[in-house]
């Protein structure tokens, strides 16, 4: 039973526009989530990050925002630049900060 | 920044072979490493948790004496798919913790064939 979730496999956005990556959880012990962005044939990399104390991080042109009650999270990427084109990945953890569970990710597709 | 290389990036064996990927932090010490494998178009599934100097802690489902690790040193962790067989191919993917309260940083990744 996957306890991260991404439903949407792939999203396609105008550069300049406003990208929205979505996940949802199921464990409530969940407390630290991640979001990772994946090249192809390249390992996942750091994007952002958000502990459950807070319900918005910023970090440059990416927003993560955190809905503890609905359980989910989301990536905000604004302005969407072409170069964001690649597999999102969120992940999350309780407790052991680096054991993650990770949903099954969202390719975006950012057009010129 | 940190680096983890991860060995080979792909690799073709036939059944009832076995094989070793290797998984290295090349310019920090980590106590510990994660194992994932991935199905196409699937979330990264929690393997195993690997501590350098003791035992691997697998994830419930996951066969120990199928999937062999061994963290001998700060630097390396390695997975042996021992008895390979088709549904063993997948990617295998490594991560290494630097500290607690740092992001992990990933290897490339191994996709395996067994043919």
């Known amino acids: 039973d996957q306890q991260v979730k991404q439903n949407s496999p792939s999203l396609s956005v105008q550069e300049g526009r406003i990208s929205i990556l979505n996940c949802d959880y199921t464990?409530?012990?969940?407390?630290?989530f991640l979001w990772y962005k994946k090249y192809p044939a390249e390992g996942p990399t750091f994007l952002i990050s958000i502990s459950s104390i807070k319900d918005k991080n910023e970090d440059g042109r990416f927003t993560v925002f955190l809905n503890k009650s609905a359980k989910h999270l989301s990536l905000h990427i604004v302005p969407s630049q072409p170069g964001d084109s690649a597999v999102y990945f969120c992940?999350?953890?309780?407790?052991?900060?680096?054991?993650?569970?990770f949903g099954s990710g969202t390719k975006l597709n950012v057009k010129p | 920044g940190a680096v983890v290389s991860q060995h080979p990036s792909r690799v073709i064996c036939k059944s009832g072979t076995s094989v070793k990927i290797e998984c290295r932090s090349l310019d920090f010490q980590a106590t510990t490493m994660f194992w994932y494998r991935q199905f196409p178009k699937q979330s990264l599934m929690l393997m195993a948790t690997?501590?350098?100097?003791?035992?691997?802690?697998?994830e419930q489902g996951v066969e120990k004496d199928k999937f062999l690790i061994n963290h001998a040193s700060l630097t390396l962790s390695t997975l042996t798919v021992t008895s390979a067989h088709p549904e063993d191919s997948s990617f295998y993917i490594c991560?290494?913790?630097?500290?607690?309260?740092?992001?992990?940083?990933f290897g490339n990744g191994t996709r395996l064939t067994v043919t």
């Open positions: 991560s290494a913790e630097m500290d607690r309260t740092s992001p992990l940083h």
């Open positions: 992940a999350a953890s309780a407790g052991n900060f680096n054991k993650f569970y």
């Open positions: 690997s501590n350098e100097g003791s035992k691997a802690t697998y």
């Open positions: 464990n409530s012990m969940f407390d630290y």
